[in-house]
């Protein structure tokens, strides 16, 4: 049996993209901080 794909293009709001952008952020500080964590070690 194939598998379908299909692709979706998301509009978010101003508010949205600001949340995101905030998410994001503090997704990249935990990962570098858990990251440097492993390397003292």
Do not use: F, G, H
């Amino acid at each position: 049996m194939p598998i379908k794909a299909s692709k979706l293009r998301l509009y978010p709001t101003k508010k949205q993209v600001e949340k995101l952008d905030w998410t994001l952020a503090r997704c990249c500080e935990l990962y570098n901080a858990a990251l440097q964590e492993r390397k003292d070690a």
